[in-house]
């Protein structure tokens, strides 16, 4: 019975594979078009920001530091030096100086803004504070006005 249901399938083709779509290693005009051009793409050291330490360094995306004091802003941004870590590595290294500070989705997306009373508790903090979602550093969308607090 099971033998003759699936003969019966392959026949009618209610089994048969989609066709794939030819692999291209340049894209198509119809997919650079659909492309979404605000997702990040890798490479794309634009949208990232440098944290080093003297020694390590990592790369953090754009918009990640939430609150950053000001004896710390000769640590970001500066030309990269020493051993690229994970941002799991240099974190654990720099727990003294860095504090993650974990984010929903919808923060990490931009749908929603991250609560002032989250930020005017960092403000108080003399650590840096990053924004992490599912254990790496996320940009966030800061309220309007509050984007000084974080000096990014």
Same mark, same amino acid.
């Given at each position: ?35 979404? %051009?605000?997702?990040? $793409? @890798?490479?794309? &050291? ?8 003297? #020694?390590?360094? =990592? ?35 720099? %727990?003294?100086?860095? $504090? @993650?500070?974990? &984010? ?8 929603? #803004?991250?609560? =002032? ?36």
């Amino acid at each position: 019975m099971k033998a003759s249901l699936i003969l019966l399938a392959l026949a009618t083709g209610a089994l048969a594979v989609p066709a794939q779509p030819p692999i291209t290693a340049v894209p198509t005009a119809e997919q650079t078009k659909h492309r979404d %051009r605000t997702a990040p $793409t @890798p490479g794309n &050291v634009e949208s990232t920001v440098t944290l080093h330490d003297g #020694t390590h360094w =990592t790369l953090v995306p754009s918009g990640a530091v939430v609150h950053l004091p000001a004896g710390l802003r000769s640590l970001v941004g500066a030309k990269a030096v020493g051993q690229l870590l994970t941002w799991a590595e240099f974190l654990e290294k720099n %727990r003294s100086w860095i $504090t @993650p500070a974990v &984010v929903t989705f919808e923060e990490a997306a931009g749908t929603h #803004t991250l609560p =002032t009373k989250h930020i005017k508790l960092w403000s108080k903090q003399d650590k840096m504070i990053v924004a992490v979602h599912q254990g790496g550093p996320t940009s966030v969308r800061l309220p309007e006005d509050n984007r000084s607090l974080a000096q990014r």
